[in-house]
């Protein structure tokens, strides 16, 4: 290795940056603080130690410890990325048409359970479950009402689906094709991440064996026909909600992560071919500089990770992007306008962690659906944070901090520890099902229950500065007549389409899961004959079974 | 009443959260209660019918999908249908004030929501079995 002094490497950045300036410019030639002092783009140490040349770096450089461009937020905004998605595919195309002539360029699609567990909107299962939690979606009739009038050639859409992932993505496909739009042109981002499922979220179908080979089937594929779609997002929200520390979220994810990117070599695809294309989703909670060390903590490992274990050589294959939501669990169903504050505190954590997309909770989310006043607040928070506050006039304000320098290695050591034990235990998949990463995270959840009962956790308006007769706000009211209106839809759609075809195409779908190609065609295929979510995954569970946990 | 308090934590609908299910389970444990997990997943008839196997005292179910007004209610019409409600039905979860007189009048005992302590719920468990012992 070439011993570069830092101040030689920082005057190499400084001219590649230059020239990407001269293609994609800052948004103000002079950034200034209110009182008129100059900010500049980064603020360094005057004498590089090796720590700060090995550990801290340089923004959009290896380690990416300090972010993964260059300029960050001067150059252009995270992405504001709300997560929506209640009841019929017609109601939720209004509010999505609504969103976006607000001048959102980013859609984020919430799904009703039966959808996200594959079950049809008549199945017995889903009962009482119907465009509850998201919108209900049974076949590609409705993905084509819930996309209607909206050009996927310009509207990158995020999609959290994860065990029927490759479905709802193939029914994307086929929508963009009807609208004229190739394949190729299409971008946004699937969850598909299917082991989180397991230790946290607990929307999965398959067992992982064959819920790995769809995963790695979709990149496959991707890689291929469409190349510019996130086809993964690999989680550690749901992991954190469930009740894991930060260190534990971290770590768990990108063990994850790390499972993802074996079975994929192991399938044999070229590491560059995928992992630019891979993304993370991370929460942020509400001690704030931990948070902050996390974010940063995880870049340095994941781009260590890629390059020294999996030796990938394209850069993209070394950064981590993330998108962040705030932390669901941290918000009290008691003074629920208090959210806001710990909303607006974890969202400056994920902003200064270096998040490239954020979602901001309502405050009344721990009573219901939010309102679509609480949701404007959560949105405005973000607004308000990215054009008010100058917090993102300069790159990694944080970077430096003796604090937040010791806390991020301190994370990297002992989210190192998790992922050398999974490593021991013989990768993700085994300790999933193992059950080590639940029982971890339920010893955590424990804890922190125990700290907020006993009062060494403080929790405000919970544990502490109670009111008396607390009268609860106005909350979201779901439409009971929703599940009744998509079963007939769904009747009308069974009676009318070539249920021949539908059979032949199950029928192939089956023999494809049995043998070993990419079943990303034939899901396809079945999707274009009107067969419904519900058809396509039992028809896929006959073959691969159901996972079932250990209690 | 000489055996301990038998419950079933029970996950009726869709609903993947199960955070505050295993952290009441073990909470019952703690306090001397015997408890019965049936993971994620489970229709009202087969939560009913594990608990009429188990005998359990109580059964605490938990949603955070919005599908309790739809869930609870059929949990206790098929106790009343089975002739089993010496069982009290007990609830929690993501559950908006206004929704509980409607859960109360259908049959359920107590609903505890976010920010309740696990003390609370285990005294409101073993108050209830004592009247209903005394009932009987």
């Known amino acids: 290795m070439t011993t570069k002094s830092f101040a030689e490497l920082y005057r190499e ?139 996927l050639d310009r509207v990158s859409t995020s999609m959290t689906i994860n065990a029927p992932a490759s479905v709802l993505l193939a029914m994307y496909i086929v929508v963009g094709e009807k609208q004229g739009v190739p394949a190729n042109q299409l971008t946004g981002t699937i969850q598909n991440d299917i082991l989180k499922e397991y230790i946290a979220r607990g929307t999965y179908i398959f067992p992982p064996k064959p819920s790995m080979r769809l995963i790695t089937d979709i990149f496959a594929h991707c890689a291929e026909v469409v190349p510019r779609w996130n086809t993964i997002s690999i989680s550690g929200y749901h992991i954190r909600e469930a009740g894991s520390t930060a260190v534990q979220e971290v770590a768990f994810t990108l063990a994850d992560g790390i499972a993802y990117v074996q079975a ?16 993370f989703f991370f929460n942020a909670h509400n001690h704030f500089f931990e948070e902050v060390a996390k974010f940063r903590a995880a870049r340095r490992i994941w781009a260590r990770v890629m390059k020294e274990r999996f030796r ?81 006039d300069t790159v990694d304000p944080l970077g430096g901090s003796y604090y937040v320098e010791a806390l991020t290695d301190a994370i990297e050591a002992e989210a190192g520890a998790y992922i050398d034990r999974i490593d021991e235990m013989g990768g993700a998949v085994d300790a999933v099902e193992q059950g080590y990463m639940q029982r971890e995270i339920h010893l955590a959840a424990l804890t922190t229950q125990k700290k907020v009962e006993s009062g060494e956790e403080i929790l405000v308006g919970v544990n502490r500065y109670r009111l008396e007769n607390e009268q609860q706000p106005a909350l979201y009211k779901p439409d009971p007549s929703i599940s009744h209106q998509q079963l007939e839809r769904l009747q009308a759609l069974r009676a009318k389409r070539d249920n021949q075809a539908v059979e032949v195409a199950l029928t192939k779908l ?9 079943l990303m065609p034939l899901i396809i295929a079945a999707v274009k004959s009107y067969a419904t979510v519900g058809e396509i995954c039992n028809s896929m569970r006959e073959i691969f079974g159901e996972y079932q946990p250990n209690l | 009443m000489n055996r301990p308090i038998r419950v079933l934590v029970a996950k009726p609908g869709l609903d993947g959260h199960d955070r505050g299910a295993l952290i009441i389970a073990q909470s019952l444990r703690d306090e001397g209660m015997e408890v019965i ?35 609870f209610p059929e949990v206790t019409r098929l106790l009343k249908e089975q002739e089993a409600t010496d069982i009290i039905v007990v609830a929690g979860g993501v559950i908006p004030q206004t929704d509980i007189p409607f859960l109360l009048e259908n049959g359920v005992a107590g609903v505890f929501t976010s920010g309740t302590s696990t003390k609370e719920t285990a005294d409101f468990i073993r108050k209830a079995v004592a009247e209903k012992e005394g009932q009987q």
């Open chain 1, 264 to 279: 994929a070599i192991d399938a044999g695809l070229d590491v560059d071919r995928f992992a630019p294309r891979l993304s």
């Open chain 1, 13 to 151: 950045w400084e001219e590649k940056t230059q020239q990407l300036l001269q293609k994609y410019p800052e948004q103000k030639e002079r950034f200034e603080t209110l009182s008129g002092i100059k900010v500049d783009r980064l603020y360094m140490p005057t004498e590089a130690t090796k720590h700060d040349q090995e550990q801290i770096g340089l923004p959009g450089e290896f380690p990416y410890t300090r972010g993964v461009r260059p300029t960050m937020y001067r150059s252009r905004h995270w992405t504001m990325r709300q997560y929506a998605g209640f009841g019929s595919a017609d109601e939720t195309n209004k509010r999505f048409r609504y969103l976006l002539d607000q001048g959102q360029t980013g859609l984020s699609v919430a799904f009703d359970l039966p959808t996200q567990i594959g079950y049809d909107s008549d199945d017995p299962m889903a009962a009482g479950e119907v465009g509850k939690v998201g919108v209900a979606i049974d076949s590609l009739e409705d993905m084509e009402r819930l996309l209607a009038g909206i050009p």
């Open chain 2, 37 to 71: 997990y049936t993971g994620l997943r489970q229709s009202p008839a087969q939560i009913v019918a594990t608990a009429i196997q188990e005998d359990v005292d109580v059964i605490g179910l938990s949603c955070l999908s919005g599908a309790h007004k739809e869930l």
């Open chain 1, 312 to 392: 990938a050589k394209d850069t993209r294959s070394h950064q981590l992007r993330f998108h962040t939501q705030t932390g669901g669990s941290t918000l009290t169903a008691q003074q629920p306008d208090n959210n806001v504050v710990r909303v607006t505190m974890q969202a400056l954590s994920a902003v200064l962690g270096g998040t490239q997309s954020l979602h901001t909770n309502a405050r009344d989310e721990a009573l219901a659906l939010p309102t679509e006043e609480s949701a404007r607040i959560a949105l405005r928070t973000q607004q308000i944070l990215a054009y008010e506050t100058g917090v993102t």
């Open chain 1, 510 to 518: 089956k023999q494809g899961a049995t043998g070993s190609e990419n």
